[in-house]
């Protein structure tokens, strides 16, 4: 029979983090005031009823209420950490910002045009005056104006109004607006003109120290190792810096469900400390050397933390491993799950919008996994000779790895690398190889002779790892992609791996009944979803600055309309429409021209009995009666809908290739005159299901 005993962590934590979601997605539900005062209920119940329960036993049990106000703890932790709270916040400004003073509170980021930079307010300028203000916003600086970003703790004078950032523009599109929040940013600002650096106070000196350690160990790998490619993947293995990553490199090593090498993590970190370990093995026969062996490991985990930057992937899993490191001198009375509990615990302490990352919750979930699954695959297959085992040991690890993420992989990542296990036979080890040899590189580096060679090692080694992913991603089937699930369909799909795992674990029936409804459960989800949403017929216009995009879905396959421009672009089609493809299981997408008819200003045609007038240019004469389904606007082609009198429509849509302010006048004029007129450069996407 289980029981919680031993997880008494794991439940604290567990309450913890559902306390944290109610505050995310139902932040108003409770006033703050109120969610303190029953904390504090809460926490005097549970000392009142403890006291009882040691005195006569045969009470109500003291941990119902403990569990109870760590939930409200956690929700009262997202609440005070919204920075939106303090009335000084730039979202309460009601006056328009025309200049403000900011800090650099974080090393730039290089994109493909720009620099991205995060900094927090100091003050703005308003028609009123200078007033202190506070929040982080993010500036983008193009690299034809600035060839060098500021550096952190820069302090900056720049004119001009930050921006809350926007919504996403197209259905199903990442949620930036959203991403961002969790890290506590609502605004941005793209800087086209002067930014004077009026002064250097870096907030943090720790911090500053290690972002020049980072720039140093960037600077010697960069002089060491040859090769765009290889370089790039060298920094972003040692390092975790992933600029220098090319969009066809990632996107191979994701085909191959490698991708998880190329950013500093918990592997990683992993065989870091188990080197350490392996190397202080004989300090642990001495008194009190397990607590060395534990204490240097830590000093020297968070030495590598410094190096890179103390980024937040690699703080979160030095902080994992700190833990572990700190609970094997008591390896007899703790145990792993709580061990990996309270690490969790005090990453969501500091930061509880953490729940929320990518990166935090596949690290945990692959942890969990490797930690319950990997003993019991292991022990079904006894090898018979040391190469075997260790294949079998590694092959072992991502089976459970995959398994336990593979509900976050679905839906994050929409696809499914068919060949993982063959994949990450070779790249793990490879990985482990390009790690070792970067650190030795930067450890080194005062030697030039021998980084030199250690650095030519490692491109080869990188060259060789870079050969195997792009071979297996060539290999035919080699991935599934194309997979869309809902959030319901993903929780059901975790539900139904637990459940499982529970089954082959217990063997009772009762297992066996939950996976069957499970799994009923989600056959069923699955198909309500494709016959209330790809067996359609559906119109699509997206909302893709300063193009026009239309897609006519039917059942799955489409007739895409759009310029050639962006037709070639596959980074701003697999950004804006890619998503919505994918919701609306679009499988095969054809850029054929229908049959049209020309008329001045435009064409006419039929799609699914529909009648569609599309004005792609200004007529040079009033356009006759026409009696139509749809009216598409594109490239400024009317001023007014004056030029449209003659022509009855159900609905007027304005695509995106339309000037912003010809979009709002028109929109403004329709509202006024009661035209149904749709503006996607302000009302987002469009979409709507065709009746037959």
Not at 120 to 141: A, D, Q, V
Not at 453 to 469: E, F, H, R, T, Y
Not at 609 to 633: A, G, N, R, T
Request: aromatic share 12%.
């Amino acid at each position: 029979m289980f029981t919680w005993i031993p997880y008494a962590f794991v439940r604290i934590v567990v309450f913890f983090i559902a306390g944290i979601l109610a505050g995310l997605y139902w932040p108003v539900s409770i006033p703050p005031l109120y969610a303190i005062l029953a904390l504090l209920v809460l926490i005097g119940a549970y000392f009142v009823f403890t006291w009882r329960h040691l005195r006569y036993e045969k009470t109500i049990n003291p941990g119902v209420f403990g569990l109870v106000a760590i939930l409200f703890a956690g929700f009262i932790n997202v609440q005070l950490r919204d920075p939106r709270i303090w009335h000084s916040h730039l979202s309460h400004e009601r006056d328009s910002v025309e200049a403000y003073v900011a800090t650099v509170r974080a090393a730039p980021q290089r994109k493909d045009k720009t620099w991205k930079v995060e900094v927090s307010l100091n003050k703005i300028r308003t028609s009123l005056g200078w007033k202190k203000s506070e929040g982080k916003l993010l500036l983008y600086l193009p690299h034809t104006n600035f060839a060098k970003p500021p550096e952190y703790g820069d302090v900056l004078f720049i004119e001009g109004t930050p921006a809350s950032v926007p919504p996403p523009a197209n259905l199903g599109e990442f949620d930036y607006k959203k991403f961002l929040s969790y890290q506590g940013i609502y605004h941005q600002h793209f800087i086209r003109g002067k930014l004077v650096v009026i002064a250097h106070a870096p907030p943090s000196f720790f911090i500053d120290q290690a972002i020049k350690a980072r720039h140093w160990a960037e600077t010697n790998l960069a002089r060491y190792v040859d090769g765009t490619r290889e370089r790039g993947i060298a920094i972003a293995l040692v390092l975790g810096v992933t600029d220098g990553l090319d969009r066809e490199l990632v996107g191979a090593y994701g085909a191959t469900g490698t991708l998880h090498v190329l950013a500093v993590s918990g592997l990683h970190i992993s065989i870091i400390y188990m080197i350490i370990a392996w190397i202080l093995t004989p300090l642990n026969r001495s008194t009190n050397g397990k607590w060395t062996v534990a204490a240097i490991s830590i000093v020297i985990l968070w030495s590598y933390a410094f190096i890179t930057g103390l980024s937040p992937s690699v703080l979160r899993a030095v902080t994992m491993f700190t833990f572990v490191a700190l609970a094997k001198p008591w390896k007899q009375t703790i145990n792993i799950y709580n061990t990996l509990a309270c690490s969790a615990f005090l990453l969501l302490l500091f930061d509880p919008q953490m729940i929320m990352s990518v990166g935090f919750q596949l690290s945990y979930l692959a942890v969990l996994g490797i930690v319950y699954l990997h003993p019991k695959l292991y022990e079904r297959f006894e090898p018979s000779s040391r190469v075997v085992d260790e294949i079998w040991k590694v092959t072992a690890v991502s089976i459970a790895a995959q398994v336990a993420t593979l509900p976050l992989g679905l839906y994050y990542f929409h696809q499914f690398p068919n060949y993982f296990i063959i994949s990450n036979l070779l790249v793990i080890p490879a990985s482990f190889v390009v790690l070792i040899a970067g650190i030795l590189v930067l450890a080194l580096s005062w030697i030039s002779f021998v980084a030199s060679v250690l650095g030519c090692l490692l491109m080869w080694v990188i060259k060789i790892m870079n050969a195997i992913v792009f071979l297996i991603e060539s290999i035919p089937g080699s991935v599934t992609d194309d997979i869309f699930f809902t959030t319901f369909q993903a929780i059901l799909l975790a539900l139904l791996i637990v459940s499982l795992l529970c089954l082959f674990e217990r063997k009772q029936f009762g297992y066996a009944v939950l996976s069957f409804c499970i799994a009923l459960t989600l056959g069923g989800s699955r198909w309500v979803y494709h016959f209330t949403n790809i067996a359609q017929q559906r119109v699509s216009v997206y909302n893709v600055s300063k193009h026009a995009a239309v897609e006519l879905v039917n059942r799955g396959q489409s007739l895409f309309l759009t310029d050639s421009v962006l037709r070639d672009d596959t980074k701003k089609i697999d950004f804006h429409i890619t998503p919505s493809r994918l919701m609306f299981g679009v499988y095969a997408a054809k850029s054929d021209s229908l049959v049209t008819k020309r008329v001045d200003g435009g064409k006419l045609f039929i799609w699914c009995d529909k009648y569609f007038l599309w004005l792609d240019h200004k007529p040079q004469q009033e356009i006759p009666k026409l009696s139509v389904d749809y009216v598409l606007v594109s490239n400024n082609a009317m001023s007014s809908l004056e030029a449209i009198r003659n022509v009855t429509a159900r609905r007027v849509i304005v695509d995106s290739s339309n000037s912003f302010y010809l979009a709002k006048r028109l929109s403004d004029e329709a509202q006024k005159q009661g035209v149904d007129l749709v503006a996607v450069s302000q009302q987002g996407s469009y979409h709507e299901t065709i009746d037959l």
